[in-house]
């Protein structure tokens, strides 16, 4: 293979690699991957560059927002990967629910981010808010949605459902912002 | 063709992210001829990544994102959310969240506004600088330990912290901040003396692509930053004023003592009970004293108010039991055991809280937390990796309310005798964040950047680590 295909080859294992594991260290990875270290250093540093891998809060490689923004493409959603990863934990924060962005498809509901409330039993309440897609012909709907283990008041559940709405509205505008172009 | 070739991982990201823009199929020919590649090379990378199930080779003629894309996005967000479990503290109970209180989200459009962040991104580990306006409270010093505990948590991706304190002087704290810059300082974490004073040093940062976190207080619209990590103080201000109104039962006479004038903090939660205590006709307010967040000056002004009032104030509203432990001490003092101590307001303090409950003075509070220090760690963290942040960010706190002295609108998230520590220094600040076992004066810490692990709170101004 060529030097240029080489790059190409180690580039894409370690994405791949990274998809399907943990977070690791480079040389765990050059290891694992049986690839020179200078190499793969080489190719993590213009990754890390680029964003699509990022040091965890323990110092490891793991997938960066570029990475992420590669699923959240799969659907269109590309332009509210960022939005969604800073804004997930305050709707969370603020409502003291489980917070999801998921899309539903056909086959079901995949969730692209998920930040947890306090495990508490079963679950009691939902509250849903359907991100409005522009040009979303054939796309599957995206959902912003908050899911509690506590009992909820009126007074509350009116609380979320504003707490929802700010941000979903916020996610939405991402969305307007971004037109779809030809490259 | 124009434009400069690309080869080997460079073209592979060219090409992933010309994917990631368009979010939909594209054909092969004109991928190729918008990143000015030949054919040849982009057909050999489609062929790679196709075989790794990171791209999807499967309609003629086009090449799209692969089923690897999805588990790359979902293995991103299980090591977000794992960080994100080991951030967040449990607490002892679920929020009550009082129905008087608006969700934060919704009140600030701060709040929903996130950041992009990449142009900040470097690779770790980082040097932090840490330019805070006073050390001469309680409160401060547990901003302090809170800081410095994150730079401890995250040692894996901290190289050094460096703090500084001000002494509530703007000169000095802008000198500090050029000072952090000469030292290395690759991102800032502010609490602001005052914010005209500091406006040009942080704009001076910004320039050097130094990124700058806001804390606890500072004026977001005047000063370069990045994201601002608060507390609401609108709401602790109106939320205790309502309580003091609901338990006088809308009648009576108050004294307001809100704490440092200078400080924005206080300003705003004096606002904040301004507009709410509007709504009772019937409650005169006889006094507003300003007592600098201190307990000597709220037991001097106190006492002073009580030689002109007497027995005529039914209420006393603290923006935080810093100053309120010297009221409900000169309340003590006059009474003599005579008479009961009237409702308070202002926690944050363990001595507050110790003092409401041994005399059963109706107490209710809004702590301050100082846990915004570790949460701005955090925050910068993830700045400097090129995350997106929130441009605001209020960290949740509790409502304490003496037993039985809850009100229609102010529920209380704990009772004030399960939220006192009694095994614990009088000056321990409650909503530290640093865990149960936490005693500010045993406090150690070891981190690069401080010597004999002693905590920076312990160092005078100015003063070198």
Not at chain 1, 68 to 85: D, K, Y
Not at chain 2, 170 to 187: K, M, N, P, Y
Request: net charge positive; glycine share 8%; charged share 25%.
């Amino acid at each position: 293979m060529s030097a240029e295909g080489s790059g190409v080859a180690v580039l894409a294992r370690i994405l791949a690699t990274l998809a399907d594991g943990e977070p690791s260290t480079g040389a765990a990875l050059a290891r694992r991957l049986g690839t020179a270290r200078s190499t793969t250093f080489d190719v993590l540093r213009r990754l890390e560059q680029a964003g699509f891998v990022e040091r965890d809060a323990r110092g490891l490689i793991a997938p960066g927002p570029a990475g992420a923004r590669l699923g959240f493409a799969l659907f269109g959603l590309a332009a509210i990967e960022a939005a969604a990863e800073a804004l997930l934990p305050v709707l969370r924060d603020d409502t003291e629910a489980t917070a999801e962005l998921l899309v539903r498809t056909a086959e079901g509901e995949i969730v692209l981010v998920q930040r947890q409330a306090a495990p508490g039993g079963a679950e009691r309440g939902t509250a849903e808010a359907v991100l409005a897609m522009p040009l979303a012909a054939g796309r599957p709907d995206a959902i912003l949605r908050l899911r509690t283990c506590r009992p909820v008041s009126a007074s509350e559940r009116d609380r979320m459902n504003r707490s929802l709405a700010a941000v979903a509205g916020a996610l939405a505008r991402c969305l307007e912002s971004t037109l779809p172009r030809d490259p | 063709m124009t434009g400069p070739s690309r080869r080997g991982a460079d073209l592979a990201i060219a090409l992933l992210e010309c994917l990631a823009e368009a979010g939909r199929p594209l054909r092969l020919s004109r991928v190729a001829a918008s990143l000015n590649l030949s054919r040849a090379s982009l057909y050999r990378a489609v062929a790679i990544f196709a075989g790794c199930g990171l791209l999807d080779r499967s309609r003629r003629g086009f090449v799209a994102l692969g089923p690897v894309a999805l588990k790359l996005a979902q293995a991103r967000d299980e090591m977000l959310r794992l960080e994100d479990a080991a951030r967040v503290m449990p607490r002892p109970k679920p929020l009550q969240r009082t129905p008087a209180t608006v969700g934060n989200l919704a009140c600030h459009p701060a709040s929903v506004a996130a950041v992009a962040c990449s142009v900040f991104r470097r690779a770790p580990k980082f040097r932090i600088g840490f330019a805070n306006a006073t050390i001469d409270s309680p409160w401060r010093t547990a901003l302090v330990h809170s800081v410095e505990f994150g730079a401890v948590k995250y040692r894996d991706l901290v190289s050094a912290l460096d703090v500084r304190h001000a002494d509530q002087c703007a000169a000095r704290q802008a000198a500090d901040i050029l000072g952090l810059l000469a030292a290395g300082a690759e991102g800032l974490i502010v609490s602001a003396v005052a914010s005209d004073p500091l406006a040009e040093v942080l704009l001076e940062a910004e320039r050097r692509g130094i990124p700058t976190v806001l804390v606890d207080r500072g004026q977001p619209e005047r000063l370069p930053h990045v994201s601002f990590v608060t507390c609401n103080d609108d709401v602790i201000g109106a939320t205790m004023a309502l309580w003091l109104g609901e338990i006088l039962e809308g009648r009576g006479r108050i004294v307001l003592l809100p704490g440092l004038a200078q400080a924005e903090p206080a300003q705003r939660r004096l606002i904040g009970a301004r507009s709410v205590l509007g709504g009772f006709p019937g409650l005169a307010v006889l006094a507003v004293e300003w007592t600098d967040w201190s307990g000597v000056k709220g037991y001097r002004v106190t006492r002073d108010l009580l030689h002109r009032f007497g027995d005529a104030i039914d209420g006393v509203w603290c923006d935080s039991g810093l100053q309120a432990v010297g009221s409900l001490r000169a309340f003590l003092a006059a009474k003599g055991g005579r008479r009961a101590v009237p409702p308070h307001t202002g926690g944050d303090l363990n001595l507050a809280y110790k003092l409401a409950v041994r005399h059963g003075v109706p107490l209710a509070a809004v702590d301050y937390p100082p846990a915004m220090g570790l949460r701005a760690v955090e925050v910068l963290l993830d700045i400097l990796r090129g995350r997106s942040v929130p441009r605001r960010i209020d960290v949740a706190t509790e409502i304490v309310v003496t037993r039985h002295h809850s009100t229609p609108s102010v529920k209380p998230d704990l009772w004030a005798d399960e939220h006192v520590r009694w095994d614990l220094p009088d000056d321990l600040i409650l909503a530290s964040g640093l865990g149960i076992s936490y005693d500010p004066r045993s406090f150690r810490v070891r981190y690069p950047g401080n010597r004999y692990n002693q905590s920076a709170a312990a160092r005078p101004p100015g003063a070198s680590a």
